[in-house]
């Protein structure tokens, strides 16, 4: 025998929690201050099977932007 599954959910909710008279809701509100609060970056599949967590990732970082400026010419100050 099958069991008849219910397409609707059961609304669990309190009656007294009418969100159709809530008004002035903004979508969106806060975005542009987290995007300043955050520098989340997403990594390709195949770099991040490289790096398993974020402590190795900033290590490897460290250690190219050190490489990086060693490998810069050194200007001398006339």
Request: charged content about 30%.
């Amino acid at each position: 025998m099958k069991k008849e599954i219910d397409s609707e959910m059961e609304d669990e909710l309190r009656s007294e929690y009418d969100f159709t008279q809530m008004t002035g809701g903004v979508r969106g509100k806060y975005v542009d201050r987290y995007r300043a609060g955050t520098n989340l970056v997403l990594l390709d599949p195949d770099v991040a099977q490289a790096f398993p967590n974020d402590r190795v990732v900033n290590e490897a970082l460290r250690s190219l932007i050190q490489v990086a400026q060693s490998q810069q010419p050194k200007i001398s100050k006339s």
